[in-house]
């Protein structure tokens, strides 16, 4: 069982008040959570899982473009801008719960080196849900994916990007990350 959201609940509020609330769950993409908005919330959707399910559902429907559009909105791991302060408030507690902002300088340049690879590769960058990983599993797992196929990968990212919105609902719901 998981908790419930927190007052104001999502079947509580009006779009705007939603958006602002909900509407960066998906990285830069608030029109996921306004789709999932629209049709309609039960007091069910006040559940992390339920709401993730509903808005993973718009994502998964979505079409290629508006789905590469929001692959693209992720910041690379231990990237430029984890250096530089500019990520949101998620993605930094989810980088440095993975440990990425102790990178050493060798594994600091394996990332860069990688982040390049991939992005060349697949035109977006490498997303993954890093909750419960360290940087090695991350590693591993960026090195494996590199040798996917462009729909394998953009059907994996996808996948990711929802189940770290799961994630991120729970963290609003008061579990700790
Ligand atoms: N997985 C969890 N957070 C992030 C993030 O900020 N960027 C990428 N690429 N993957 C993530």
Redesign the pocket.
């Known amino acids: 069982m998981s908790n419930t959201l927190p007052p104001p609940r999502p079947s509580e509020l009006e779009l705007d008040a939603f958006l602002a609330q909900y509407g960066d769950i998906f990285e830069h993409s608030p029109w996921v959570a306004e789709g999932a908005w629209k049709q309609g919330f039960t007091a069910r959707h006040d559940d992390p899982d339920v709401l993730a399910d509903s808005m993973g559902a718009i994502l998964q429907q979505a079409d290629i473009d508006q789905q590469i559009a929001v692959i693209r909105a992720?910041?690379?791991?231990a990237g430029k801008a984890a250096l530089t302060g500019e990520?949101t408030q998620d993605?930094t507690r989810?980088?440095a719960g993975a440990g990425l902002d102790q990178c050493t300088t060798a594994e600091f340049e394996r990332f860069q080196n990688l982040n390049q690879a991939y992005q060349d590769k697949f035109g977006f960058?490498?997303?993954?849900?890093?909750k419960g990983l360290d940087r090695h599993a991350i590693l591993d797992a960026f090195e494996k994916r590199l040798e996917n196929d462009l729909a394998t990968e953009r059907r994996t990212a996808i996948e990711q990007i929802i189940k770290?919105a799961r994630f991120r609902l729970h963290v609003r719901a008061g579990e700790t990350q």
Do not use: N, R, T
């Open positions: 992720h910041p690379d791991l990520l993605s989810e980088q960058p490498f997303v993954i849900a890093v770290i």
